[in-house]
């Protein structure tokens, strides 16, 4: 077109004809060029990014998000132009080779950037489904997105060389250990991620307690190289993923599937206001009705066996008797079986643990029927609450450090007396 351009302004007599032609030809591309950019922008995506806007389809709202069609539509430029300055422009000029070379650079550009946008929403229609939460998703996307990076780079800069891709690769053998170092992380956080995922090891929205970096939170997202972790005081802490493989951490997900949650707390009794009932507390204690079939049954069962052996029970060292602390062992189990707040198919139990200065620790070991952190809490509370409260009832005393407050007394005391 360029030629016949020139032709024809030689046979008017008018000088620098090929200049001429060249800058209408190139004022024509131009032009097509704005022409079809307002079209595209101005009319065809501005109705779809208004229809996107307004869709409830997900599909419609991610590709609107992502900026798939706008990045498809400056692709669809770069190609125009590539193809008018073929046609049109002289071939084998040097104003034809840049216009070419530079449209080809923007194409490939595009064509990264529109897989960019592809991937991302794929990934926000994939997190729509169940089974994502189980895939690494965005650590195998942003290594697809790497890859894609790393191939179209050396293929615009074989453009700009004027040299076969096939050239670079080869090149790239020698540089081997030194992209093994450049991608060390994201290599290792991609085989990290298909680990995580293959061994059902870790997913979006479990809670993730992990001390040596200082994470206890939901885990918010699993990327390529770092796991995010949403902390329960909002800090956000964020993990390198081979970190997940090669250090040991705590996944408390199969606590939520489960429904149950444990209370393994213990308070530590004054081995000193340990002793035996006697016939008034029993009576009284008698009237509790979670504990009146138990000392009944324990009252019988003590009865005969002293008469079996048929012992002096004139003095505590001979025969069975009932103990307060046990007699508090078995009211506190018969009021875990009956709270309406403990999983009754789980493991539940009050022990005696091993005797400390610090008094004798007795366990409650139980389950609740719920895994909400802040329900959790407010039962074991109130658990302990009503522990505290009728221990005296047992004749039994709290351990507990003298404070200030105690030693001031036996000073006033001690002043007093003297």
Known sequence: MQQQITRWLEQFGLEFGGVMSLLMVL?????????????????????????????????????????????????????????????????????????????????????????????DTLLALLRQSPISNQLPLRGIFQGLKLVAAILIGIMIVSLLMGKSPLLLLSGLG????????????????????????????????????????????????????TVKVRNWDNTVTTIPTYALISDSFKNWRSMSESGGRRIKRSLNIDTGSVHFLSEEEQRRLQRNPLLHSYLNVKTQELSQHNQEIAVDLASPLNGRRLT???????????????????????????????????????????????????????????????????????????????????????????????
């Open 324 to 418: 307060n602390l046990g007699t508090l062992r078995a009211y506190l189990e018969a009021y875990l079986r009956a709270h309406p707040r403990i999983h009754q198919n789980m493991t539940l139990m009050v022990r005696q643990l091993a005797p400390t200065p610090e008094g004798l620790p007795l366990e409650i070991y139980a389950f609740t029927n719920t895994t909400v952190w802040a329900e959790y809490e407010s039962i074991q509370a109130d658990i302990f609450d009503h522990i505290l409260a009728v221990i005296d009832e047992f004749g039994l005393r709290v351990h507990q450090t003298p404070t200030g407050n105690d030693l001031r007394g036996m000073l006033q005391q001690s002043a007093n007396a003297s």
């Open 174 to 225: 020698a540089m081997t250990a030194v992209l093994m170092l450049v991608f060390k992380d994201p290599i290792l956080g991609l085989v990290a991620g298909i680990q995580l995922s293959a061994n059902d090891m870790l997913k979006i929205g479990d809670w993730l307690e992990m001390p040596k970096y200082g994470a206890d939170g939901a885990v918010t997202d699993i990327g390529l190289t």
């Open 27 to 119: 004022g024509l591309i131009v032009l097509i060029s704005v022409v079809i950019h307002l079209v595209l922008h101005r009319v065809v995506l501005a109705a779809l990014q208004r229809r996107g806007q307004q869709s409830q389809r997900v599909w419609q709202q991610a590709i609107t998000q992502y900026k798939l069609f706008q990045r498809v539509a400056l692709l669809l430029q770069g190609v125009i132009i590539s193809i008018q300055a073929t046609l049109w422009l002289q071939s084998g000029s040097q104003t034809q080779a840049v216009i070419v070379t530079a449209a080809q650079v923007w194409i490939l550009a595009f064509t990264l950037l529109s897989l960019f946008s592809l991937l």
